[in-house]
């Protein structure tokens, strides 16, 4: 049973322009929440994180949005360069649990020059 | 340089043969995970350890074992008993208190014949 979903598998967007990608999740008891970037063949890298108890969380040209009621939340990346061609993660925990996170299926991202 | 160090990158086995996938970390972190990706999907939880000589069973055990007998250490054991074993492996460690991030190997891409 997939608890953090991610049900666009894929996005392009020209550079230059805003780039949103998407993240469900079903558990309610989610507090934690994380952004990876992923090259092929390579390990993912973090990018940014959420705690439940801010709604917006930025750094640089990256931003999460968490809407706790919706169980939803959403990467922003403004401006997209073609750099940031990669699939994106999701990932949710419940932080007193021990740190199991579970990841969506990913978002790959197209940055068209 | 601190990091995350999985080796071999690509290793190939016959079927029937147990292999074992190392992964080693100079960060200092006390927990340490092993995920598996198959195309398509997002990173499924195998194992993980919070401290040394103690780990935990993830969503995908079965199949697989594991040892956690240095800090630094944690290796994964793919056996003969793992029905579908060809996939991408990625470990990562967190320090598990100061901060939840989880930070990834390159992975090793084990193919099975």
């Known amino acids: 049973d997939q608890q953090v979903k991610q049900n666009s598998p894929s996005l392009s967007v020209q550079e230059g322009r805003i780039s949103i990608l998407n993240c469900d999740y079903t558990?309610?008891?989610?507090?934690?929440f994380l952004w990876y970037k992923k090259y092929p063949a390579e390990g993912p890298t973090f990018l940014i994180s959420?705690?439940?108890?801010?709604d917006k969380n930025e750094d640089g040209r990256f931003t999460v949005f968490l809407n706790k009621s919706a169980k939803h939340l959403s990467l922003h990346i403004v401006p997209s360069q073609p750099g940031d061609s990669a699939v994106y993660f999701c990932?949710?925990?419940?932080?007193?649990?021990?740190?199991?996170?579970?990841f969506g299926t990913g978002t790959s991202l197209t940055v068209i020059p | 340089d601190g990091g995350i160090t999985q080796s071999p990158k690509y290793l190939f086995r016959k079927e029937g043969q147990n292999v074992t996938l190392s992964c080693e970390q100079n960060?200092?972190?006390?927990?340490m995970y092993w995920y598996r990706q198959d195309p398509g999907q997002g990173l499924r939880l195998i194992y993980y350890?919070?401290?040394?000589?103690?780990?935990q069973k993830g969503d995908i055990a079965e199949g697989y074992s594991v040892s956690r007998e240095k800090k630094e250490s944690f290796p994964l054991t793919v056996t003969s008993a793992q029905k579908n074993p060809t996939a991408f492996y990625l470990c990562?460690?967190?320090?598990?208190?100061?901060?939840?991030?989880?930070?990834f190997g390159p992975g090793t891409r084990l193919t099975v014949t």
């Open positions: 990562a460690s967190s320090s598990g208190t100061s901060s939840y991030e989880q930070y």
């Open positions: 558990n309610s008891m989610f507090d934690y």
């Open positions: 959420i705690s439940s108890i801010k």
């Open positions: 990932a949710a925990s419940v932080i007193p649990t021990g740190n199991q996170f579970y």
């Open positions: 960060l200092n972190h006390d927990a």
């Open positions: 350890s919070q401290i040394v000589n103690d780990f």
